[in-house]
Antibody, heavy 118, light 111 residues
Framework: QVLLQESGPGLVRPSETLSLNCTVS?????????WGWLRQSPGKGLEWLGT???????FYSPSLRNRVTISLDKSKNHFSLSLTSVTASDTAVYFC???????????WGRGTQVTVSS | DIVMTQSPLSLSVAPGQTASISCKSS???????????LYWYLQKPGQSPQLLMY???NRFAGLSDRFSGSGSGTEFTLQISRVEAEDVGVYYC????????FGPGTKVEIK
């Protein structure tokens, strides 16, 4: 069974960088599949942020491309999200997910609440 | 960007009855390989979304056959037969032919 668990600070100051990790168990991220980050806020609903393939190639939401970076750490079997210059509008529940060949998320983490506030 | 719309946005269904949710996309979701990039998710209260259907009509991971998906091009439907209490939550459609975008969600509750 594939399990994903997000971790990271629940509070980030405006203009700083939001950093989250997603630890995967039950599957080696080196083997294949795509791995992605999504978020959910009351105002914007479910929003895809970006995806990384097991080879390391990435693609990002055009609306966030200048601020978002996703990376893999195969030795720890986890992948990470970095979102720079955050504002209150980045407040959301952040999910990591495995994505199938159709890029559809098939397994999701439980999500982690991130609040941007001073 | 491809915009996904859903109707109704909320639905109250008596146990044992059938629920039907409509999803429309602003562009065709038919891919060159003949597959259609339309997916359905259910987010139960306090949980993360879970995949129900992939490529319109394929049930994911042992999903009950009470769930069925249909449609093509830009119009799709998710039907839930013999609705049970465990079916409550918010149902989302999602497209992945051009990046990923989700519909606004349809909240299903039991009468």
């Amino acid at each position: 069974q594939v399990l994903l668990q997000e971790s990271g600070p629940g509070l980030v100051r405006p203009s700083e960088t939001l950093s989250l990790n997603c630890t995967v168990s039950g599957y080696s991220i080196s083997t294949g599949y795509f791995w992605g980050w999504l978020r959910q806020s009351p105002g914007k609903g479910l929003e895809w942020l970006g995806t990384i393939y097991s080879s390391g190639s990435t693609f990002y939401s055009p609306s966030l491309r200048n601020r978002v970076t996703i990376s893999l750490d195969k030795s720890k079997n986890h992948f990470s999200l970095s979102l720079t210059s955050v504002t209150a509008s980045d407040t959301a529940v952040y999910f990591c997910a495995r994505q199938g060949s159709g890029l559809h998320p098939d397994y999701w983490g439980r999500g982690t609440q991130v609040t941007v506030s001073s | 960007d491809i915009v996904m719309t859903q109707s109704p946005l909320s639905l109250s269904v008596a146990p044992g009855q059938t629920a039907s949710i409509s999803c429309k996309s602003s562009q065709s979701l038919l891919q060159r390989d003949g597959k259609t990039a339309l997916y359905w998710y259910l987010q139960k209260p306090g949980q993360s979304p879970q995949l129900l259907m992939y490529e319109v009509s394929n049930r994911f991971a042992g999903l009950s056959d009470r769930f069925s998906g249909s449609g093509s091009g830009t119009e799709f439907t998710l039907q839930i037969s013999r609705v049970e209490a465990e079916d409550v939550g918010v149902y989302y459609c999602m497209q992945s032919i051009e990046l990923l975008t989700f519909g606004p969600g349809t909240k299903v509750e039991i009468k």
